[in-house]
C-alpha cells in the first residue's frame, strides 16, 4: 500500500499515523503534543496538513482520472492533524514543504499559540532545546499581530518536591497529565481551569511526589515544567551531553549526562525501546552529585599522598610478597571489562577466583524501572562466573590466617556490611575507590582512585541480559588516548558541540582517577604478566570471543542501543 | 446552489400552522404526572412496540428514517440514519444511548419545556430509540445548572420505573432498559457529543477526535448513540402515528414539529411549538410583535452560534435546515433572538465572543487563544479604541479558527464574529479609530496600544 507525501511515493504498512511515519523518514513535521508513548488527542493542532484521497468510480471502484490520466483526488475539506491520521491507500498528502497553504497554517497556529505565551526565553532553562522555541522560529509568523496584555498564570509552582510549574509558559499539551494517566498511572496530575486560562495542577492539598515525576520536564515541549534540581544551573548550550548508561541499579537505564565544567549538572533519560523507553526514574537523575562531590585525587598509601607509579610498585610488592594468600573482590559497580581483568589478575598471582557483593533485595524494586538491584553490573559478573561472596566464609579466611592480602576493585565491603574494621586487622588491603567517603578507605595500605561509569569505557550488563556500552561523559586527569578518542576529544570541540563556551579543560573540576582497565594492566605488568590490550574495545572483544555468555557484545554492536545477550538462566 | 429554485419565497411551508395542534407540548394540565399522561395515550407506543411487536428494532430504525426526523440538538443530522450507526450486536459489548440535555447554549432554552412539561414522552422516546438500537443503558444528561429539572426528571423516571416502562422485563416483556439521569458538570462544552461522553465518565469534558465516531466507540470505548432530548421525544409520536405524519408536517427535507425558542426584543418571548418552516415574520407575531413597535435590525435564526443575518436576508425565510442555509446562516436549535433597531451589533457580538472565550474547554490552540484575542479586541472596539484595521484581523484570526480544531465550538465562535462584521460592517467601522498608527516618535509600526504596553 502506497501514498504519496510531497508527491514522493512511499510503502506504508496499515495502521501508521502520518505524522509519526514522516517522522521515521526525516520528513519534519512541526508538532506539540504528540509523543510517541502517549495516547493521540490532537490538541495543539500544530501538525496540519492537506489529505486527500483519490477519487474511485462508484460502480467499478476504479481510479478516477483527469484529461491527463492522473489520477483525481478529493481532499478532505478541512486540514487534517498528521497525528491522527491513520494513512490508507492511495492517500496524497502535503506538508508544509510543498504546500504554502500548509505553511500558512502552521505559522497561524503558532501566532495563536504565542500570544499568551511569556516569550520569557532569556530566563527560561528550555531556552535552547525548546521545541516551541525551535519550531516558532522554523514555521512560525514574522511577529506578532496580538497588542494586548497577555493572560497571568501562576509561576514558580512547586508542584512536588523535584517538579516547578511555569504555567504562563505551558501551551497545554497535555502531555504531563496523560504522562501520569498512562505511563506512571499515579494520576497526580489534571488540567485545571478551562480556555486559556488552563494549566496543569495536582488535586488540591496533594503533592505531585510520582517517583517518576521529573519525566514531565523531559516531555513537556516548552519551559513550564522544569526540574527543581536543575532550574537555573545552566544554559544548554554551555553544557556537552555524552549518550551512556546510568549505573543507577540493575536496569540498565539509557541516559544522556550533561556536563559543564567537568560538573555533571543533569541526568535525563535516553530513549531505548528495549529498556527504558524514554523513562527513568527520579532517583536515577538524583544521583548527579555523587560523581562531583567527595572524590578522592591521585593515589595513597597508608593515607599520605603518593604518585600512581609508585602506587603500582606498591600493589605489585604486596601482590609478590603475599605468596597467593590474596583475596578479590570483583564489583558490580565495575564494568565487565574491569572485572575481567581482575580475574586475570587473580589467576596471575595463583589466587582464588574473585567475587563479588550481590546486593539484591528481593521486592525493593517498584518492578518497573527501579530494579531489586541497586548495583548495575551484577549480571555482567555472573556471566564472567563469578559468584557471589559469602560473608561468613571470608570472616573465617581472614580470621583463619589464610589470607595477607584483600584486593578490592571499586566496592567498599565495610560499608556493604559483608566486612568490619576488625575483620581487616592484620590484612594488607588494596583498594580502587570512587569516593573519599568510602568506608573501607581508612583501612587501605593502597587506595587507587577509581573512574567512575561517567568517565570510562566499558560494558554492563543489565539483568535481563542486555550488554550496554558506557562512554566518557566527562575528563578525568589523566585522559588516556583511548578515552580521548571516544569522548571525540581529538575532534575540535566547537565541530563537535557547536560552543566554545564549555569549559571541558577546567582542571580544578578533573578528578586524578583511573579507570581499572588502565591500572590493572600497569599492576600485571609489574608481576610479570603482561595483558597487553589497545582499549578497552579489544578486552570486550576477547570476552565476547571466548564466553558463549557474552556472545556478539563487542563495542561496536552495542553502539548506543546495546546487545541482547543469549539466556544464561536465573542468576545464582 | 445556483441551479436550484430559490427556497427563500416569503411563504410559509409549516402548512396550515395557525390550527396546529400541539404534540411535544400539548396544552394538557399536569402531563408531567405518569398518570396524566397514560390518560393522554401516553406510553402506547411503547406498548405497541414491547407488547404488540408493531416494529422489529430493524423496523422502527426504518420508521425513523423515513419520517425524516432529524436532530434538534443543532446540527440537524438525520435520526433513522444515525442509529443506523451503530454496528451488529455483539453480546460482549454493551451499547449504551445518551440523552443530551445539557442545553446550555445562548438563546436555546426548548430542551428544559420537555423536562417540565413532558418528561414522559421523552423517556417513552428513550425506551423506544434503545429497543431499536438493541441497547441496555440510557445516560440522560442534563445540565448542572438546571437542578431542579434534574430532580423533577428523576421523579419522573423513577414513576417510570415503578410503573414497569423501565427497567428489567419492560411490561413483563424480554425488553430491558435502564435509565440514569446524570447531572452535567456545568459547562457548554459538556453538550458537544464526545466531551459529554468523557464527562461522563468522570474524565475532564474535553471532546475526542473523531474517528472513531461514537456509534464505533463512545462511552466507555463502546458503541453509543447520541441524541437530542426533543430528538427523542419525537419518536412515540413517530410510532404511534406513522412515519408519513410526520413526514407530512413543514417542509419535506426537514419535517416535523419544532420547539422554537424566541427571545430577544419581541413581547412574548418563550417558547412556541410549530412545525419546521415557519416564516420568520410568523414567528415574531406569534412572539407578540416587536417590542414598542421598532424595525427589525437583526435575527439569530438557531442560537448564538448561528450567523446572525440582516432583516432583509430574513425577512422571506423559513425556519428549515436547507432555506436557512441559503439564506446564509442555520436552523441550529431553532433558538431564535430578534435584535431591534437600536441594538448595539458590536457590544452584542462582544458579548456572544466573551461567552465562546468563556466556555472554550481550552483544548486546542486555535480555540484557546484565538477566543480570548477575539473577545479583546472586541472589547476595544466597543468601548471605542479600536481600528478598522481590526476589523480585518478580527476576520483573519476567523480564518485561523475555523475548520481547524477538535470539536465545533471554534466554529460557532467564529461565525457570529465573521458573519457579524460582514453584515453589520458599517457598525462596527463607526465605533473604530481609523489612524493606527502614531507615525512621528515611534516610527517603527507599532500602535499606540503597542507602545502603551511595552514602556
Ligand atoms: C460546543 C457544542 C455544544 C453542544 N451543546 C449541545 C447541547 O447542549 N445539547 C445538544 O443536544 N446538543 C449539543 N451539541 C450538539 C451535539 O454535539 C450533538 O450533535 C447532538 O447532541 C446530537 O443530537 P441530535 O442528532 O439529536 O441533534 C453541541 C455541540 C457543540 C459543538
Ligand atoms: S505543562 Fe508542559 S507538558 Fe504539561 S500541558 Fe503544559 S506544555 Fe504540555
Ligand atoms: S474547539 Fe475549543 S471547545 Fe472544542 S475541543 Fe477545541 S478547544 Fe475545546
Ligand atoms: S501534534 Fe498533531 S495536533 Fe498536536
Given at each position: 500500500m502506497n501514498v504519496i507525501i510531497d508527491g514522493q511515493s512511499f510503502e506504508f504498512e496499515p495502521g501508521d499515523l502520518l505524522l509519526q511515519f514522516c517522522l521515521d523518514r526525516g520528513i519534519e513535521i512541526p508538532h506539540f503534543c504528540y509523543h510517541p508513548a502517549l495516547s493521540v488527542p490532537a490538541n495543539c493542532r500544530q501538525c496540519l496538513v492537506q489529505a486527500g484521497l483519490p477519487a474511485?468510480?462508484?460502480?467499478?471502484?476504479?481510479?478516477?482520472?483527469?484529461?491527463?490520466?492522473?489520477?483525481?483526488?478529493?481532499?478532505?475539506?478541512?486540514?487534517q492533524t498528521s497525528c491522527s491520521l491513520e494513512l490508507s491507500d492511495g492517500m496524497v498528502v502535503h506538508t508544509q514543504y510543498d504546500s504554502e497553504e500548509v505553511a500558512a497554517m502552521q505559522a497561524d497556529n503558532l501566532e495563536l499559540m504565542l500570544i499568551n505565551h511569556p516569550l520569557d526565553c532569556p530566563i527560561c532553562d528550555q531556552a535552547g532545546e525548546c521545541p516551541l522555541q525551535i519550531q516558532a522560529y522554523k514555521y512560525g509568523p514574522e511577529g506578532s499581530r496580538f497588542e494586548f496584555e497577555k493572560v497571568h498564570k501562576p509561576k514558580r509552582v512547586q508542584l512536588g518536591p523535584n517538579v516547578v510549574l511555569d504555567a504562563e509558559r505551558c501551551i497545554n499539551c497535555t502531555r504531563c497529565t496523560r504522562f501520569t494517566t498512562e505511563v506512571s498511572k499515579s494520576h497526580q496530575l489534571s488540567i485545571i481551569g478551562r480556555g486559556d486560562t488552563n494549566y496543569p495542577m495536582t488535586a488540591p492539598g496533594q503533592v505531585f511526589d510520582d517517583p517518576y515525576s521529573m519525566n514531565v520536564c523531559d516531555i513537556c515541549p516548552v519551559g513550564a515544567l522544569t526540574e527543581d534540581y536543575f532550574r537555573f544551573k545552566a544554559r544548554v548550550w554551555e553544557m556537552s551531553s555524552t549518550p551512556s548508561v546510568s549505573d543507577f541499579g540493575g536496569k540498565g537505564i539509557n541516559v544522556d549526562y550533561w556536563v559543564r565544567d567537568n560538573h555533571i549538572l543533569r541526568i535525563i533519560p535516553r530513549e531505548n525501546l528495549s529498556v527504558n523507553e524514554y523513562w527513568m526514574p527520579d532517583a536515577a537523575r538524583l544521583v548527579y552529585e555523587r560523581y562531583n562531590e567527595n572524590r578522592p585525587q591521585g593515589p595513597t598509601l597508608a593515607g599520605n599522598a603518593s604518585d600512581w607509579e609508585a602506587a603500582y610498585d606498591e600493589v605489585a610488592n604486596i601482590l609478590k610478597a603475599a605468596n597467593g594468600k590474596v583475596v578479590f573482590l570483583g564489583s558490580a559497580y565495575a564494568t565487565v571489562e574491569d572485572n575481567y581483568l581482575l580475574m586475570k589478575l587473580a589467576e596471575a598471582v595463583g589466587a582464588d577466583a574473585p567475587q563479588y557483593i550481590s546486593r539484591i533485595q528481593v521486592g525493593s524494586g517498584d518492578n518497573w524501572l527501579i530494579s531489586d538491584d541497586p548495583a548495575p553490573n551484577t549480571q555482567g559478573c555472573e556471566r564472567l562466573g563469578m559468584n557471589p561472596l559469602d560473608p561468613v566464609l571470608l570472616k573465617a579466611k581472614l580470621a583463619g590466617g589464610e589470607i595477607d592480602v584483600l584486593y578490592v576493585l571499586e566496592e567498599d565491603p565495610i560499608a556493604a556490611g559483608v566486612l568490619s574494621a576488625d575483620d581487616l586487622l592484620g590484612i594488607k588491603v588494596i583498594l580502587h575507590h570512587y569516593h573519599t567517603t568510602n568506608e573501607t578507605l581508612a583501612h587501605a595500605d593502597v587506595a587507587l582512585p577509581a573512574a567512575m561509569c561517567v568517565e570510562t569505557i566499558g560494558t554492563y550488563v543489565n539483568e535481563t541480559g542486555r550488554a550496554q556500552r558506557l562512554r566518557p561523559a566527562k575528563m578525568i586527569r589523566s585522559m588516556n588516548r583511548s578515552l580521548m578518542m571516544e569522548a571525540g576529544v581529538g575532534q575540535s570541540r566547537t565541530d563537535r558541540h557547536g560552543t566554545p563556551f564549555d569549559r571541558w579543560?577546567?582542571?580544578?573540576?578533573?578528578?586524578?582517577?583511573?579507570?581499572?582497565?588502565?591500572?590493572?594492566?600497569?599492576?600485571?605488568?609489574?608481576l610479570g604478566a603482561p595483558m597487553s590490550y589497545k582499549s578497552p574495545a579489544a578486552i570486550m572483544a576477547e570476552v565476547a570471543e571466548a564466553n558463549p555468555a557474552f556472545s556478539g557484545a563487542t563495542h561496536k554492536a552495542m553502539d548506543l542501543l546495546g546487545v541482547a545477550l543469549q539466556d544464561i538462566g536465573e542468576p545464582v | 446552489m445556483a441551479d436550484a429554485p430559490s427556497l427563500i419565497t416569503g411563504e410559509t411551508k409549516a402548512g396550515d400552522w395557525r390550527n396546529y395542534e400541539r404534540v411535544l407540548l400539548p396544552p394538557v394540565k399536569d402531563l408531567h404526572k405518569i398518570d396524566v399522561y397514560e390518560e393522554n395515550g401516553g406510553y402506547s407506543a411503547l406498548k405497541a412496540i414491547v407488547e404488540d411487536g408493531k416494529f422489529d428494532p430493524k423496523g422502527l430504525t426504518d420508521e425513523v428514517k423515513a419520517s425524516g426526523l432529524r436532530g434538534r440538538g443543532g446540527a440537524g443530522f438525520a435520526t433513522g440514519l444515525k442509529w443506523s450507526f451503530m454496528p451488529a450486536v455483539d453480546p460482549e459489548k454493551p451499547r449504551y444511548l445518551c440523552c443530551n440535555g445539557d442545553e446550555s447554549e445562548p438563546g436555546t432554552f426548548k430542551d428544559r419545556q420537555i423536562f417540565e412539561y413532558n418528561p414522559h414522552l421523552m423517556i417513552?422516546?428513550?425506551?423506544?430509540?434503545?429497543?431499536?438500537?438493541?441497547?441496555?443503558?440510557?445516560?440522560?444528561?442534563?445540565?448542572?445548572?438546571?437542578?431542579?429539572?434534574?430532580?423533577?426528571?428523576?421523579?419522573?423516571?423513577?414513576?417510570?420505573?415503578?410503573?414497569?416502562?423501565?427497567?428489567?422485563?419492560?411490561?413483563?416483556?424480554?425488553?430491558?432498559?435502564?435509565?440514569?439521569?446524570?447531572?452535567?458538570?456545568?459547562?457548554?462544552?459538556?453538550?458537544?457529543?464526545?466531551?459529554?461522553?468523557?464527562?461522563?465518565e468522570g474524565e475532564r469534558a474535553y471532546p475526542r477526535i473523531k474517528p472513531p465516531f461514537p456509534a464505533q466507540s463512545g462511552c466507555w470505548g463502546m458503541p453509543t448513540t447520541i441524541n437530542n432530548v426533543e430528538t427523542l421525544a419525537c419518536v412515540p409520536l413517530i410510532v404511534n402515528r406513522g412515519a408519513a405524519w410526520f413526514a407530512g408536517i413543514g417542509p419535506e427535507k426537514h419535517p416535523g414539529p419544532v420547539l422554537y425558542g424566541i427571545s430577544g426584543h419581541v413581547n412574548k418571548p418563550g417558547v412556541y411549538e410549530f412545525p419546521t418552516g415557519m416564516l420568520i415574520t410568523d414567528l415574531i407575531e406569534v412572539a407578540g410583535g416587536v417590542r414598542g413597535g421598532k424595525n427589525i435590525k437583526a435575527i439569530i435564526p438557531g442560537g448564538s452560534s448561528t450567523p446572525p443575518l440582516t432583516w432583509e436576508m430574513a425577512r422571506e425565510a423559513t425556519m428549515d435546515a436547507e432555506t436557512l442555509r441559503e439564506a446564509g446562516s442555520s436552523m441550529g436549535t431553532a433558538g431564535l433572538c430578534i435584535l431591534d433597531e437600536d441594538t448595539d451589533m458590536v457590544a452584542f457580538t462582544r458579548r456572544i465572543a466573551h461567552f465562546y472565550h468563556h466556555e472554550s474547554c481550552g483544548q486546542c490552540t486555535p480555540c484557546r487563544d484565538g477566543t480570548g484575542w477575539v473577545e479583546k479586541l472586541l472589547s476595544r472596539i466597543e468601548n471605542g479604541e479600536g481600528y478598522t484595521r481590526d476589523l480585518e484581523l478580527l476576520l483573519e484570526i476567523c480564518d485561523q479558527m475555523e475548520g481547524r480544531t477538535v470539536c465545533a465550538l471554534a466554529d460557532a465562535a467564529a461565525w457570529p464574529v465573521r458573519w457579524g462584521i460582514r453584515r453589520f460592517r458599517d457598525e462596527f467601522e463607526a465605533r473604530c479609530k481609523a489612524e493606527s498608527f502614531v507615525s512621528s516618535e515611534m516610527g517603527d509600526g507599532a500602535s499606540t496600544e503597542t507602545e502603551s504596553i511595552t514602556i
Open positions: 474511485r468510480d462508484r460502480a467499478t471502484g476504479d481510479l478516477v482520472r483527469d484529461e491527463n490520466g492522473k489520477p483525481v483526488v478529493n481532499y478532505f475539506p478541512k486540514p579543560y577546567n582542571e580544578d573540576h578533573q578528578i586524578d582517577c583511573q579507570p581499572g582497565w588502565e591500572v590493572l594492566p600497569a599492576i600485571a605488568e609489574r | 417513552e422516546g428513550i425506551v423506544l430509540s434503545c429497543y431499536a438500537m438493541t441497547i441496555k443503558t440510557c445516560y440522560l444528561y442534563i445540565r448542572g445548572e438546571y437542578i431542579d429539572y434534574v430532580n423533577h426528571v428523576q421523579t419522573a423516571v423513577d414513576e417510570a420505573y415503578a410503573s414497569g416502562y423501565i427497567g428489567q422485563k419492560i411490561l413483563g416483556t424480554d425488553f430491558s432498559t435502564e435509565i440514569v439521569v446524570h447531572c452535567g458538570a456545568g459547562a457548554y462544552i459538556c453538550g458537544e457529543e464526545t466531551s459529554l461522553m468523557e464527562s461522563l
